[in-house]
T-cell receptor, first 116, second 114 residues
């Protein structure tokens, strides 16, 4: 199984809603990532979790709240978002942090988020 | 500042033709470089990964080259197919320790037409 599964595929929410994005992998990877991708732009790193601990927060606004309940799951909790937060949210995982040759990130298909 | 620049921004080619995409980077010290293919609305899929000592790597009809001296990489696609239509992203990792932070290129949008 080399899949990173993201749910839901599409999400429409109002600015006062609270919603969560979910990411799951069963490859035994110990690093997991959230990226935000706007149309025609490369992905932008948001958060990195290493061994279920938040290791990197790229100065993301607090209306985005990541959570890693276990080594296979990564959530992104959303609250009071703005219309400019509409984007494709990608989750990725990788097997190691320190092993250069093995450091391939496997991406999920993404969640297309629209904030009204 | 670490940067990865790709050219051309977009490219249209006829089915069956070859094409070459370019990637120039300033990431230093260099660790590895990857090419990803991203279909519209989907997550990126890794095509190749190259480390400092590798000059060429192939994956089917995709061949990537790396010149670490000039900090350039290319992705050559042979006998293009309609399914090759996608964005191709060059991603470079700097060797700054155990932290997995990468720099994404701006991508080349390839369209293969019949």
């Amino acid at each position: 199984d080399t899949e990173v599964t993201q749910t839901p595929k599409h999400l429409v929410m109002g600015m006062t809603n609270k919603k969560s994005l979910k990411c799951e992998q069963h490859m035994g990877h110990r690093a997991m990532y959230w990226y935000k991708q706007k149309a025609k732009k490369p992905p932008e790193l948001m958060f990195v979790y290493s061994y279920e601990k938040l290791s990197i927060n790229e100065s993301v606004p607090s209306r985005f709240s990541p959570e890693c309940p276990n080594s296979s799951l990564l959530n992104l909790h959303l609250h009071a978002l703005q219309p400019e937060d509409s984007a494709l949210y990608l989750c990725a995982s990788s097997p190691y942090q320190g092993s250069i040759a093995k450091n391939i990130q496997y991406f999920g298909a993404g969640t297309r988020l629209s904030v009204l | 500042k670490n940067q990865v620049e790709q050219s051309p921004q977009s490219l249209i080619i006829l089915e069956g033709k070859n094409c070459t995409l370019q990637c120039n980077y300033t990431v230093s010290p260099f660790s590895n470089l990857r090419w990803y293919k991203q279909d519209t609305g989907r997550g990126p899929v890794s095509l190749t990964i190259m480390t400092f000592s590798e000059n060429t790597k192939s994956n089917g009809r995709y061949t990537a080259t790396l010149d670490a001296d000039t900090k350039q990489s290319s992705l050559h696609i042979t006998a293009s197919q309609l399914s090759d239509s996608a964005s191709y992203i060059c991603v470079v990792r700097g060797n700054s320790g155990g932290y997995q932070k990468v720099t994404f290129g701006t991508g080349t949008k390839l369209q293969v037409i019949p």
